[in-house]
């Protein structure tokens, strides 16, 4: 499995944009990235994914830089709900390769 | 959306007895479901693949004799953990997932053995 790089924690303000990035350098070409949150006590819970562009929904954006070797996950005004690991997973498009394995993550820490 | 639960959410065993998890999709049919186990700060490790009415793909290290998993439908899949020890004490999640769609997690399921 193409293997993610991400810090091990971050710190941001409520109200404040954060931007929580990820590498991955060996992805193929059928990688899709995706991110998925863990509040603490639950199950992860779902957030973006793209393959090659930028893509915006209700809860985040996703950056994908244009050799797709690094992105970027953008909560644009963060709250203290969102405190929560963040893991940036690839996952291959190809049929049958469809379990997720899950890095360290990056643990999200929002002040009031 | 599509919700996946998981019954008992929280459950506490003796050492030497079995114990029973169970994963279901409420309001879709999942043709594949995971199993994953997630120790103290320690990130989900998955545990087993399981598709409906077949045999679950364990992965390396796991044991399938230990952590029977039975996937008989597609809305239900059962984790047992037999002859439970200290060192079983995790929180074990299951997830499920429908072709072409996204993969959906469970709650979670806190397991400890006395």
């Known amino acids: 499995d193409a293997k993610t790089t991400q810090p091990n924690s971050m710190e941001s303000n409520e109200e404040e944009p954060v931007h929580l990035p990820c590498n991955h350098s060996t992805i193929s070409g059928t990688d899709y990235i995706h991110w998925y949150r863990q509040l603490p006590s639950q199950g992860p819970e779902y957030v973006i994914h793209g393959l090659t562009s930028n893509v915006n929904n209700r809860m985040a954006s996703l950056a994908i830089a244009e050799d797709r070797k690094s992105s970027t996950l953008i909560l644009h005004r963060a709250t203290l709900r969102d405190a929560a690991v963040y893991y940036c997973i690839l996952r291959p498009l190809i049929q049958g390769a469809q379990k997720l394995v899950f890095g360290q993550g990056t643990r999200l820490t929002i002040n009031p | 959306g599509a919700v996946v639960s998981q019954h008992p959410s929280w459950v506490i065993c003796k050492s030497g007895t079995s114990v029973k998890i169970e994963c279901r999709s409420l309001?879709?049919?999942?043709?594949?479901m995971f199993w994953y186990r997630q120790f103290p700060k320690q990130s989900l490790m998955l545990m087993a693949t399981?598709?409906?009415?077949?045999?679950?793909?364990?992965e390396q290290g796991v044991e399938k004799d230990k952590f029977l998993i039975n996937h008989a439908s597609l809305t239900l899949s059962t984790l047992t953990v037999t002859s439970a020890h200290p060192e079983d004490s995790s929180f074990y999640i299951c997830?499920?997932?429908?072709?072409?769609?996204?993969?959906?997690f469970g709650p979670g399921t806190r397991l400890t053995v006395t």
């Open positions: 309001d879709f049919q999942a043709t594949t």
């Open positions: 997830s499920a997932r429908r072709t072409g769609y996204e993969q959906y």
């Open positions: 399981s598709n409906e009415g077949s045999k679950a793909t364990y």
